[in-house]
């Protein structure tokens, strides 16, 4: 089986040099992401296409294949290619007619065809003979050769014919890393997650900065959110995941600071510990979650204040966005079940917010406070390979059983989303399955027996050993985690 790799729109108008690096860039990741993720198939590269071979062992897998390239930056989208072979002109309306049928009731079409080889016919006599035979033989509107409802098109190579259909959308924008690296500020809400994903979506690579003021649970929860952003749409390339314990510099606020001026000052202060940070990796660019008037902090004329306290470029992808086009987007890849559990630790509260902040009683204020602290929690700062989160989920959940073998009436707990689990459900033979997503398991577990032992399964055993981990640290000891 094949697939076409159709390039975002984009790359193929660059230059030949710039298009050249894109598509080179673009087949090494293709073909990292499936090495990853354990899939046989044979990447070709063409001018302004690729062609995916899947082998004959992960036949079996088409879906996920199609899944993985839906997840790639810079592909456009993908077209399933089925080969067969053919006697006559007869035989190839036939086979035709068989894949497009359903698709062709009250459409108008048209027919292109390559032909390669050495025939009796010529590409246009295929067209008008397929076509013909489709409009006779088909409930269509009729052929109309400028603006079709739909375009029909295969090759003849020989004795061989080629079909090109279910085109697929996949995900577009730029290949990584034709962009540099950014710094993403990520709180796991839905603004920081969409800001990162549309980063990652433009090329560039992305590395996660959280500042932590809610503790080991906020932690956590930050970390899952952006493992999956990682492992969906950048597995590709390696991160970096930095946490920076910023409750000294909230408690200094607290104490030292007019109450309403916190809201600034604190954002100027992350984006200082940001700067330090993207300074020793070597990234030139901080990426926020921020929209145009969303809170009190996102006037224009605070962001103007609060740019001033760094001389790094400050992007923010979701500056002309509302709240409602955010949370769509959250909900379209995949973070919006994280977000809308994720408490909001804004760290200080202004009874009244200025929206108007003076870049002169601001910097007075800032002189109240000990901006040592700044240098010492950078210092601090704990910085790990993305991947490391699935291997320290493993380490610090060594005290939560891990099993592939299940007991007698054992209860599973299938956290995965509702949309994984209606894709690969979880059967078991006399096994109880429970379906709670894990955005809901914090406010649902405490409602099931507590006498019973509970098994929590996802797909990785990342999620699930996260999870377990925090319910753990909530003082429920009976749970473990099954892994098939």
Known sequence: MQFIIRLHPEIIIKSRQVRKRFTFLLEGNIRRV??????????????????????????????????????????????????????????????????????????????????????????????????????????????????????????????????????????????????????????GGYDSGVATYQMIRRGARTHFCFFNLGGREHEIGVKQVSYYLWKRYSESHRVKFVTVDFEPVVSDILENVENGQMGVVLKRMMVRAASKVAAKMKVSALVTGESLGQVSSQTLVNLSVIDQATDTLILRPLICMDKLEIIDQAKHIGTENFAKVMPEYCGVISRKPTTKADSTKIAAEENKLHLDIIERVVADAKVQDIVSIAEEAHQETEIVTKVDVLPENAVVLDIRSSEEQEHSPLLLPNVTVKHIPFFKLA??????????????????????????????????????????
């Open 34 to 187: 499936f090495k990853s993720n354990h899939l046989s198939v044979e990447v070709r590269a063409s001018w302004d296409k690729f062609t995916l071979i899947v082998n004959k062992k992960s036949l079996d897998k088409v879906n996920d294949v199609i899944e993985l390239l839906q997840r790639i930056p810079g592909i456009d989208q993908i077209i399933r290619v089925e080969k067969s072979t053919f006697t006559d002109l007869d035989d190839i309306c036939q086979q035709v007619k068989q894949a497009w049928q359903p698709l062709l009731v009250n459409k108008s079409f048209v027919v292109r065809v390559r032909r390669r080889g050495k025939h009796e016919f010529s590409s246009l006599d295929i067209a008008r003979y397929v076509g013909g035979y489709l409009n006779q033989n088909c409930n269509t509107k009729g052929v109309e050769l400028k603006h079709p409802d739909l375009t029909i098109e295969f090759e003849v190579n020989d004795n061989t014919l080629i079909q090109s259909h279910h085109r697929i959308k996949c995900l577009g924008g730029m290949p990584l890393p034709t962009q540099e690296s950014v710094l993403s500020l990520i709180s």
């Open 443 to 484: 406010s649902q577990f405490a409602e099931l027996p507590q006498q019973q032992t509970y098994f929590l399964y996802c797909d990785r055993g990342v999620m699930s050993q996260l999870q377990a981990l925090l319910l753990h640290e909530q003082g429920y000891k009976h749970v473990q985690v099954y892994r098939p």
